[in-house]
């Protein structure tokens, strides 16, 4: 079988621009959405342009961990190879809200949705040679130096700081990731991504200060989703890339540009912190990840 990748979000934004680039490498490629309606249309738009592409659409909310484990059974019983699990998928709001499980949505849906698909998917990953977990982390990460990691900071997150320890934990999961895969001489990687500040219907969450930037100065700015999928699509398959690596835009403060190496806060490389996140997902899900 060709290889095989998962991306969640795939109908739109930089899910549906990764999924156009991995297609037309002869990939296939599950995509992983909660509205179906818009996940055919994005489908079949993708075919009109590579008639030949091989896609699939399985059911996924990734506020909801029983879709996650539906997701995640489903795809088990059918396939026994993944050589690329993009997690892509993201909200950004800035109302207060909570998951179907009574977590912040922004903090569920984007970092612990994929952590828990991650783990239940790993037995799987970890047996196809040469795989990668690509994860989605944020420039707004470096908006923050906190991440909950008690049910009491859980109970504080709101508003636009929400999105940001959202992302900034992606990029803990995947440092932290990495390292245990690299303690078990693991041929899979992990490896996260972040596309500036792109154009895409993820947008209309952004602070006001930056919609009328947006409004403005348009692409002057910011790239447009294709571009913004860049650093998605050279993680998941450069074969440079190295387990551990961050990409993004090389522009003025990262918004946009082409893809280059980039650096993370120090709070994002904090040990102590990075282990206390992992036994603190692992709590919220009711699952241990066991690399």
């Given amino acids: 079988m060709s290889k095989l990748a998962i991306v969640t979000g795939a109908n739109s934004g930089i ?15 599950i995509m992983a959405c909660r509205n179906m309606q818009k ?24 506020s909801d961990f029983d879709s996650i484990r539906t997701f995640a059974k489903e795809f088990s019983r059918n396939y026994s190879q993944l050589d690329l699990l993009i997690n892509n998928a993201g909200i950004m709001t800035h109302k207060t809200s909570h998951n179907e499980n009574g977590i912040e949505s922004n903090f569920g849906t984007n970092y612990l949705g994929h952590f828990l698909l991650t783990n ?5 990953i970890s047996t196809t040679d040469l795989s990668r977990i690509v994860s989605l982390s944020s420039i707004a990460h470096k908006s923050t ?4 990691l008690n049910t009491k900071d859980l109970k504080k997150l709101k508003g636009f700081n929400a999105y940001s320890q959202s992302k900034l934990a992606c990029l803990i999961f995947s440092y932290e990731l990495q390292k245990r895969l690299a303690s ?22 952004l602070p006001n200060l930056v ?7 348009g692409l002057i700015l910011f790239s447009n989703q294709a571009d913004g999928a860049k650093p998605t699509t050279y993680a998941a398959l450069n074969e440079n890339v190295q387990g551990g690596d961050y990409y993004g835009p090389d522009g003025f403060r990262e918004f946009k540009g ?20 992992w036994a603190f997902s692992e709590e919220l899900t009711g699952s241990r990840f066991v690399v």
């Fill in 39 to 62: 996940a055919q249309t994005a489908k079949n738009e993708i075919l009109t342009i590579h008639p030949n592409a091989d896609l699939e659409i399985i059911a996924l909310d990734l």
């Fill in 184 to 205: 078990t001489n693991s041929s899979t990687i992990s490896v996260c991504a972040h596309p500036g500040v792109s154009i895409t219907n993820i947008g209309q969450g």
């Fill in 258 to 277: 082409e893809v280059k190496k980039v650096d993370s806060t120090k709070v994002s490389k904090n040990k102590e912190i990075a282990q206390s996140l």
């Fill in 211 to 217: 919609l009328n930037l947006q409004d403005k100065f």
């Fill in 15 to 29: 899910g549906f621009e990764t999924t156009k680039v991995l297609v037309s490498k002869n990939i296939k490629v």
């Fill in 120 to 124: 239940l998917l790993f037995p799987i």
């Fill in 145 to 148: 130096n906190k991440i909950p």
